[in-house]
């Protein structure tokens, strides 16, 4: 009992430095920075953040908020990643146990957060990330393959080779999207189409199909809301790709138990 609250704290803080890490390539990459240097510093005055001003999540809140040198407001996203990737890592480690099936879901949960966030923030989905992404499911699915190990949680549909299941994934989320941006233009980018088939190689076959189903339905309700309370406008373009990360992370936490129980029922 105290053992596992000792993990749950570790993974708490390690998921909080994470979210810290997260946030930096938020920032950086798609202004085409340096993920590496220079170090933390404030993007109004330039005042190097001291180590003791850096700490994840409890920095923000010792300086409620504010540069300690020039008073500039320090972005509210930055204190939400960084406690929502602790309390990420302390669930994953909740569910899946001290194993290597959680390391490889906790890289894509943070790939899916790195995303969702700059899609948000400026409605791409940058090549840069989702290329090498692509490369490594195909890579490790391979070595999975290979040395006969596949994740229960992840490609589990009976066949016997998880870079079979990857390969079926990512083709069916390539077509599920590439379909309808064929069909309704501007809906739909290529960005969204891409990331569908990395979630696809992700989750495998037969998860790809609620992990696309629920980014759909989620984003329909969305935007549907967003409309309807007049939040935005039909000229707005809502992104699509935070819904994708959203559902790719739920099916792969929650996708096979669904899928049992609809076998079941
Ligand atoms: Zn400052």
Redesign the pocket.
């Known amino acids: 009992m105290l053992m596992t609250a000792l993990w749950l704290a570790l993974f708490f803080l390690l998921g909080a430095a994470v979210g810290s890490f997260i946030n930096v390539v938020a920032d950086r990459l798609p202004a085409g920075k340096s993920i590496i240097s220079p170090p933390s510093h404030?993007s109004?005055?330039q005042?190097k953040i001291p180590a003791s001003d850096n700490i994840p999540i409890f920095s923000y809140l010792w300086l409620r908020g504010h540069?300690r040198?020039?008073g500039?407001a320090i972005p509210l996203r930055l204190f939400w990643v960084e406690l929502g990737t602790a309390i990420l890592f302390a669930f994953l480690f909740w569910h899946y146990g001290l194993n290597w099936e959680l390391a490889i879901v906790a890289f894509y949960c943070c790939l899916f957060i790195v995303l969702l966030l700059i899609d948000l923030e400026h409605n791409i989905l940058p090549n840069k990330i989702v290329y090498p992404a692509v490369i490594f499911a195909i890579v490790i699915a391979a070595l999975g393959s290979i040395f006969g190990f596949e994740p229960r949680d992840i490609a589990d549909t009976g066949f016997r080779l998880w870079i079979v299941d990857a390969a079926i994934g990512g083709s069916i989320g390539f077509v599920l999207l590439l379909l309808p941006a064929l069909f309704y233009r501007g809906g739909m980018g290529w960005g969204d189409i891409k990331l569908a088939a990395l979630i696809g190689l992700v989750t495998g076959f037969p998860l790809v199909l609620p992990a696309i189903f629920l980014a759909i339905l989620s984003g329909g309700l969305t935007a549907a809301i967003l409309l309807l309370f007049k939040l935005k406008s039909r000229k707005d373009a809502i992104p699509f790709g935070p819904f994708l990360a959203l559902a790719a992370m739920a099916t792969l936490f929650w996708g096979n138990d669904f899928i049992n129980f609809l076998i079941r029922s």
Do not use: D, G
């Open positions: 404030c109004e005055c005042y540069c040198n020039c500039a």
